[in-house]
C-alpha cells in the first residue's frame, strides 16, 4: 500500500483481557517501530525492528507487553492482562532502514482504551 | 537520560502571524532532528536536519538547527487556520559506531490558529 496501515482503528476492551494490534509497514520498509502516545503527551518508544536482526525492546514498559513481526513485513504489539493505564494512541512507524535515514513514516494509530 | 522538550507548550494565533517552535535536547551521540505535523493521528514529516545553520524550507516552513546550543526551531509565515495541529520535535541518535532506530520525541507544541 501506499503509507503505513495499522487496525483496529479503535479497540475498547475490559481490564484483564488481551488485545493485539496490528501494523502493516511501507513495502520495502526493512525497520518497523511502535510508539505509544498517552493524551496530551509526545511519543514514547516501544520496540523497533530492523530487518532479521533481534528487535530493540528496551523501550516496553512491562512484560505484558510483547511484539513479533512475520516475514519481516507485518507486525503484532500485543498487551496482555491490560490495564487502565494502558490507554493510549498506539502508532506504528516505518523507515527505509533503522539509521540509514531517520526519516519515520507513521500509520494512523489505533486508540485503545482500556474500561 | 535522554531529553527532547518543546516550547511553548501551546501557542494560539490568528491567520497571517508568523510562530517560532522551539526545540531543545540533551542526548548522547546525537544524529538527527525531525520535525513532524500531527493533526488527527499520524504524525507527518515535514523536515530533518543534521547539520548546523543550514535552512530547510518548504513552503512557509523553514527550520534551523545549532547542533552547539543543542536547539531548533520551526518558523511558520502567514499562519493558516490548516496549520493548526500538534508540532512534535523528535531526535535520533547513534549508538556504539552503529546506526539506532529509535527516536526520542518531545512533548510537543499545540498551535491554533485563528480565523
Known amino acids: 500500500g501506499a503509507g503505513v496501515s495499522q487496525s483496529p482503528s479503535n479497540k475498547v476492551t475490559e481490564k484483564g483481557k488481551d488485545v493485539e494490534l496490528r501494523c502493516d509497514p511501507i513495502?520495502?520498509?526493512?525497520?518497523l517501530y511502535w510508539y505509544r502516545q498517552s493524551l496530551g503527551q509526545g511519543l514514547e518508544f516501544l520496540i523497533y525492528f530492523q530487518g532479521n536482526s533481534a528487535p530493540d525492546k528496551s523501550g516496553l514498559p512491562s512484560d505484558r507487553f510483547s511484539a513479533e513481526r512475520t516475514g519481516g513485513s507485518v507486525s503484532t504489539l500485543t498487551i496482555q492482562r491490560t490495564q487502565q493505564e494502558d490507554s493510549a494512541v498506539y502508532l506504528c512507524?516505518?523507515?527505509?532502514?533503522?539509521?540509514?535515514?531517520?526519516?519515520?513514516?507513521f500509520g494512523p494509530g489505533t486508540r485503545l482504551t482500556v474500561l | 537520560e535522554d531529553k527532547v522538550v518543546q516550547s511553548p507548550l501551546s501557542l494560539v494565533v490568528h491567520e497571517g502571524d508568523t510562530v517560532t517552535l522551539n526545540c531543545s535536547y540533551e542526548?548522547?551521540?546525537?544524529?538527527?532532528l525531525l520535525w513532524y505535523k500531527q493533526e488527527k493521528k499520524a504524525p507527518t514529516f515535514l523536515f530533518m536536519l543534521?547539520?548546523?545553520?543550514i535552512e530547510k524550507k518548504s513552503g512557509r516552513l523553514s527550520s534551523i538547527l545549532d547542533k552547539k546550543e543543542l536547539f531548533s526551531i520551526l518558523n511558520i509565515t502567514a499562519t493558516q487556520t490548516g496549520d493548526s495541529a500538534i508540532y512534535l520535535c523528535?531526535?535520533?541518535?547513534?549508538?556504539?559506531?552503529?546506526?539506532?532506530?529509535?527516536?526520542?520525541f518531545g512533548q510537543g507544541t499545540i498551535l491554533t490558529v485563528h480565523p
Open positions: 523528535a531526535v535520533g541518535q547513534n549508538a556504539g559506531g552503529t546506526s539506532y532506530g529509535k527516536l526520542t
Open positions: 543534521t547539520s548546523s545553520g
Open positions: 542526548v548522547t551521540n546525537f544524529r538527527s
Open positions: 513495502s520495502g520498509h526493512t525497520a
Open positions: 512507524a516505518s523507515s527505509l532502514a533503522a539509521g540509514n535515514t531517520d526519516t519515520q513514516y
